[in-house]
């Protein structure tokens, strides 16, 4: 069977040579990944449903409240087993595990990958997880284009670019915004914006649209049209929002790295799970509306019936006080990022896009709540516009991706009126959030490893390479104890190089370098070969490579300050070879040429 198969593809892959053109080929295959990303998110969005509506929607509403302390538990449970014994793989989270692909393992992502979101984060968001379903779902397409690139040979740009393509799929069919889909793409993925990209994302973020209302029609996550006009003295507010919505992202990012590194302390999946189980239950039965995604709470926002979010709040406090109303909405957002992360540190599978929206739109309620109830100002701001911004400004502030939310904002709404205070609140909660962290919660670890790509193209390609392939370990070393006479016979008769490590016999740690330079005056004076040791003649080198701590973008770094043409290369203070100036360049220029083909 498998010989067939493999038999019918290398038969498809002539006949295609033969009648359609590489480009005309990047065109259909990013037709085809769109198509498999909207799928993707209709069996993860209807997985999702079906298990929310089974448990919270019937369990909750017709027996007992209590059901929200034991569904996270059990979901968390079930995804740990599921990963265990039926995935036997490391379920990571959805974008930063893509990024992870593109920017070290060469946009290829393994088979597993195509269905371990899907088993997963449905389970995770349907019993009370609280993440958010976008992330998986770029996830499944990422690895299911991936898998399709390398099973059509196509090389690693086009394999990248399709990995963007089936993001733009993805959110496309979610969010029923094709442009913003691209943007997304091009934001987060660091696609270069080009004709040959953008035909590939167009198709793909189209056919992914077209996927999403075949299955679900004309419903979308958040239907709202904008009544509210936008007036130009309604700025001054904006740009408050745009402050507390960089303040917002900064906590969530803050809280969320935490949390992250308090569990990665825990070394036992199963504490781990009982640890966060335990708290996430607790967390959700006492605040409901941190249950799952949270997009009915968003609805209900925007329609101006924040009631129906709070009505069951623990306090039995009067709805009918604004401040009342205010205070429970702001303990909304302080604890919806304690949830998402006890649901991600306890092993649950989800994104944060959600919970970016989720917090975004009830702080920009807040906000415009606390304008209207101050009583200082001559007229009321709009409410509903507010939240809509609030979501854009939050987005901006912890994606790092302006551009998508305002666009995101914009379409789902169906139209541009408040485009001006989308771009005010969203330029200042990024550029007040990118002070603080560099980079976003999606790529914090990778940018911290400098193995990120981004749009900077020298940075990319250097991020691109593999260290492993430019280090040359052919060097004759030389023994501190050997004298001038038996480094002559043993190496530099030996060598075609004019450097040679000096390493500690038993344990290989690096004690210098010595040229032929050094040696050059003295070789030919016999009388000096019993008497010269390598210790007189060997010098420190310019500088040492760490193999597993300097970066690509480090190395090239010290070759410049150093002005160096070799330099040896460590690894936990042993010796490991030379790498040369000359064949890092090479390197470089033969990635830079695939990259940019």
């Known amino acids: 069977m498998a010989a067939l198969k493999k038999s019918w593809l290398n038969n498809f892959l002539v006949w295609r040579a033969k009648h359609i053109s590489q480009r005309q080929f990047i065109y259909i295959l990013s037709i085809l990944v769109g198509f498999t990303s909207g799928i993707g998110a209709v069996v993860l969005k209807n997985l999702t449903h079906f298990f929310q509506h089974l448990l919270e929607g019937n369990l909750v509403r017709y027996y007992h409240n209590a059901f929200y302390f034991v569904f996270p538990i059990i979901g968390l449970t079930l995804v740990y087993l599921i990963i265990k014994y039926v995935i036997r793989n490391k379920v990571s989270h959805g974008i930063p595990s893509t990024l992870f692909a593109i920017s070290k393992m060469k946009g290829i992502m393994r088979k597993y990958q195509m269905f371990g979101s899907i088993l997963t984060a449905p389970i ?9 379903l976008e992330g998986p779902t770029v996830a499944t397409g990422a690895a299911i284009s991936s898998n399709i690139s390398r099973m059509f040979h196509v090389n690693q740009t086009t394999r990248n670019l399709l990995i963007g393509c089936a993001a733009a799929g993805a959110m496309s069919s979610i969010f029923k915004a094709p442009i913003a889909a691209i943007i997304f793409a091009i934001e987060v993925f660091s696609l270069d914006l080009t004709i040959a990209s953008m035909l590939p994302l167009l198709l793909a973020s189209l056919s992914g649209i077209i996927t999403s209302y075949f299955f679900f029609g004309s419903d979308v996550l958040l239907p709202f049209k904008i009544e509210d006009e936008f007036i130009i003295s309604d700025v001054p507010f904006f740009i408050i929002l745009g402050l507390f919505a960089g303040l917002t992202s900064i906590y969530f990012t803050e809280v969320y790295e935490r949390i992250q590194k308090i569990f990665d302390k825990i070394g036992s999946p199963i504490k781990r799970l009982l640890y966060g189980g335990i708290a996430i239950g607790i967390l959700v039965y006492l605040v409901p509306p941190l249950y799952g995604e949270g997009f009915d709470v968003i609805n209900n926002l925007i329609k101006g019936s924040p009631e129906k979010v709070l009505e069951n709040n623990i306090f039995n406090l009067d709805l009918s006080q604004v401040w009342v109303v205010i205070g429970l909405l702001a303990g909304l957002v302080f604890f919806k990022i304690i949830a998402c992360a006890l649901t991600f540190g306890a092993g649950g599978v989800g994104g944060i896009f959600a919970p970016t929206l989720f917090m975004g739109s009830i702080m920009g309620n807040c906000i415009a709540k606390v304008i209207n109830s101050i009583g200082i100002f001559p007229y009321q701001v709009s409410e509903s516009n507010f939240t809509l911004v609030g979501m854009a400004g939050l987005m901006a502030g912890v994606l ?132 010269v040791m390598a210790v007189d003649i060997m010098n420190t080198p310019p500088d040492i490579i760490e193999l597993d701590k300097d970066k690509m973008t480090d190395i090239m770094e010290k070759f410049q300050s150093s002005g160096a043409w070799n330099l040896p290369v460590i690894k936990d203070e042993k010796y490991i070879g030379f790498i040369s100036k000359s064949k890092l360049l090479t390197a470089y220029r033969r990635k830079l040429i695939n990259l940019t083909s």
């Open 400 to 531: 790092h991706a302006p551009l998508t939310a305002i666009f995101l904002i914009a379409e789902v709404t169906g139209g541009y009126e408040l485009f001006i205070p989308l771009m005010i609140t969203s330029a200042i909660s990024y550029s007040i959030t990118k002070y603080v962290h560099p980079h976003s919660v999606y790529n914090m670890e990778l940018g911290r490893k400098g193995e990120l790509i981004t749009h900077d193209k020298d940075h990319a390609v250097l991020t691109l390479m593999d260290i492993d392939k430019v280090i040359e370990d052919t060097f004759i070393p030389i023994y501190p104890e050997m004298n001038l006479g038996e480094i002559l016979h043993e190496a530099v008769v030996k060598s075609n190089r004019n450097i040679f490590p000096v390493i500690d016999r038993e344990d290989n740690t690096l004690l210098g370098i010595i040229l032929l330079d050094d040696i050059r005056p003295i070789m030919f004076d016999q009388k000096l070969y019993k008497e």
């Open 124 to 132: 995770t968001v349907g019993f009370g997880g609280s993440v958010g």
